[in-house]
C-alpha cells in the first residue's frame, strides 16, 4: 500500500492565535487519530487577511479510503484552528 502526502493552510480563528502552540498540539494529539500519520516538521505561516495567519502543514498518510476524513474530522476539533484547506496533495 502506498502513501500520499496532504498539505493543508490551517486558519487562525484570530490575529493573536499563537500558531505555534496550535501546531505543537496538532502534532501530540495526531496519534489519536492513526498511528501511521505523519507530520512533517516544518511548517510555513503565511498571512491572509485581517491579520489573521495561516499554518502550512503537510502531512504523510497511508493510502486507504477513509484515513484523509478521519484526519479532517480531528482538525476541526483543535482550539485555534477557525478553518483548514486542502491545498495540495500527492501520491508518494
Do not use: H, W
Not at 48 to 55: D, E, M, R, S, T
Not at 61 to 87: R, T, V, Y
Amino acid at each position: 500500500m502506498g502513501e500520499i502526502m496532504c498539505q493543508y493552510d490551517l486558519k487562525g480563528e484570530s490575529p493573536e492565535t499563537d500558531l505555534d502552540k496550535v501546531v505543537a498540539e496538532v502534532r501530540s494529539r495526531l496519534s489519536e487519530v492513526d498511528e501511521r500519520i505523519k507530520m512533517q516538521n516544518e511548517f510555513q505561516t503565511k498571512p491572509l487577511f485581517f491579520g489573521i495567519k495561516a499554518a502550512v502543514c503537510q502531512f504523510i498518510l497511508p493510502e486507504e479510503d477513509g484515513i484523509q476524513d478521519k484526519l479532517e474530522n480531528f482538525l476541526e476539533g483543535i482550539e485555534g484552528i477557525s478553518e483548514f484547506e486542502l491545498s495540495f496533495t500527492t501520491r508518494l
